[in-house]
């Protein structure tokens, strides 16, 4: 029996710590839409993604109000583009890209992932195409995320790719220069790619997935952080080992609430329901922030030493928890540590107690990687290059994801300031130090092999 405590413990989630469902994103095969001509494959594709996302948007809301948990964000994944326009030409891509652009307008959704390519252990020729329409493809669409899985602990890293990256991420930001470099912010380069994730910029319908599926992802920081708060005003000196009980345990709910509406969305629209994603998700909002959990545990300066062990046993015990709630626990499930969408990592950056180095040290724990942070726009395509290759090698040879979302603001440097506006938030420009330092190791290409699965130590 559900106890009166726990009715209004989660009221109180959902009225006053933010608690939200923070995607529900519709899985989509595209395989069959595929034709020798571009024109006839963009319109299979317009038509079948309004054939099936056509009512998500007012089921989703029509469920919101029903069970009273908001629904953030409404979006769809697609089969991976590189795989459906092989063969094709750059320019076919970009017409691809805008035929999803126009689905997904239609269709009322906020963004739409699978502009993407696998090419860990090599490049064919329709995702080199791919990856050199990206700039084009995401400066003339406006919901269309793309991402690029460039590693994995199966078949190492791919450094062709990264280092042609470098320059693609460039482009991408320097054609949205009136935004900030805003168009970067829709571009991620991905070690070890989950093939079934809700969040944006990263989300994919990958290869043994159902036709049509539903997949959630759900957050709440603030809910975490009131848990802790509470628990510590008890009064009895709870050890750390306490304090993960409590972070499990409040996971454990708010898994609990995602599913539910998952499950019921699904239904209403009749297809399979997929996947809980049990992630922290912070957002620019007062409250809602996993820098704040870091505070609440014990680092008065978020970057301090100690804050690394902190995100390992957030990620863990909120993995933990959302495993035991749900059925089917998936995607990227833990702590994200993105610095413009959190207000205090952001505020870390700017006052200098938190760095990009121990971001990086960070992301070997947490559930993604470098996500959402700002840089010096003039921080030359090999050195973002080698960013990207730390990165890698943190997923690749840990057996985790590991993701760069990283964005060279044009005409900005390190201490200036940059706004995205809603939940893309806002952060003072990363310090990128030894810029510049690295091209002759990207300059070698090819191949980083992959890891030994034995003499781990």
């Known amino acids: 029996m559900i106890r009166s405590d726990q009715i209004l413990s989660t009221v109180d989630m959902i009225q006053k710590e933010n608690l939200d469902v ?5 899985g989509i095969d595209l395989h069959d839409c595929r034709s020798r001509d571009a024109g006839t494959t963009c319109q299979r594709i317009r038509e079948k993604i309004c054939r099936y996302a056509g009512n998500l948007v007012p089921t989703c809301e029509k469920i919101a109000r029903k069970y009273g948990i ?26 691809l890209a805008k035929a999803l652009d126009e689905a997904a307008s239609e269709v009322g959704i906020d963004f739409l992932g699978g502009f993407s390519a696998n090419v860990e ?12 329409a990206i700039p084009e493809a995401l400066s003339c669409t406006s919901k269309v995320c793309a991402s690029i899985n460039a590693g994995s602990s199966k078949y190492g890293i791919n450094m062709d790719a990264v280092a042609m990256l470098g320059h693609t991420i460039k482009d991408v930001a320097e054609r949205s220069a009136d935004t900030g470099g805003f168009g970067a912010a829709k571009l991620v380069i991905f070690a070890n790619q989950p093939e079934a994730n809700p969040f944006m910029a990263g989300a994919i319908h990958g290869t043994g997935q159902h036709e049509v599926v539903i997949n959630v992802g759900v957050s709440g920081p603030g809910v975490i952080a009131r848990a802790l708060e509470r628990r510590l005003e008890q009064g009895d000196s709870p050890g750390l080992h306490d304090l993960a009980d409590e972070i499990k345990q409040t996971a454990f709910r708010v898994t609990r609430c995602g599913e539910l509406i998952g499950r019921r969305v699904a239904q209403r629209l009749g297809v399979p329901f997929g996947i809980v994603d049990v992630s922290l998700a912070p957002t620019p909002r007062i409250g809602d922030s996993v820098g704040e959990i870091l505070r609440i545990l014990g680092v008065d300066d ?5 804050s690394t062990a902190i995100v390992a046993m957030l990620n ?37 107690s938190l760095s990009l180095e121990k971001l990086e040290a960070m992301t070997s724990v947490c559930s993604v990687g470098l996500d959402m942070v700002a840089i010096p726009g003039s921080v030359d395509a090999a050195t973002i290059s080698a960013i990207m290759a730390d990165e890698m090698a943190i997923g690749m040879i840990n057996h985790k994801t590991t993701a760069v979302r990283i964005i060279p603001v044009p005409g900005k440097e390190a201490g200036d300031f940059v706004s995205f506006g809603g939940l893309f938030g806002e952060s003072a420009i990363l310090e990128v130090r030894n810029s510049g ?21």
């Open 22 to 26: 923070r995607a529900v994103t519709m």
């Open 70 to 95: 908001p629904v953030v964000n409404k979006r769809i994944a697609v089969t991976p583009i590189g795989s459906i326009g092989a063969g094709y030409t750059r320019e076919e891509f970009v017409l």
């Open 121 to 132: 252990n090599g490049m064919s020729g329709g995702a080199r195409e791919l990856i050199l």
């Open 302 to 306: 978020i970057g301090a030493p100690g």
């Open 316 to 352: 863990d015990a909120v993995k933990k928890g959302g495993t035991f709630a749900s059925q089917s626990a998936g995607g990227l499930s833990g702590a994200f540590i993105p610095v413009c969408e959190d207000a205090e990592l952001a505020a870390a950056v700017a006052n200098g």
């Open 437 to 457: 330092k690295s091209s002759r190791f990207i300059g070698f290409g090819g191949k980083i092999p992959a890891p030994i699965n034995s003499l781990k130590n």
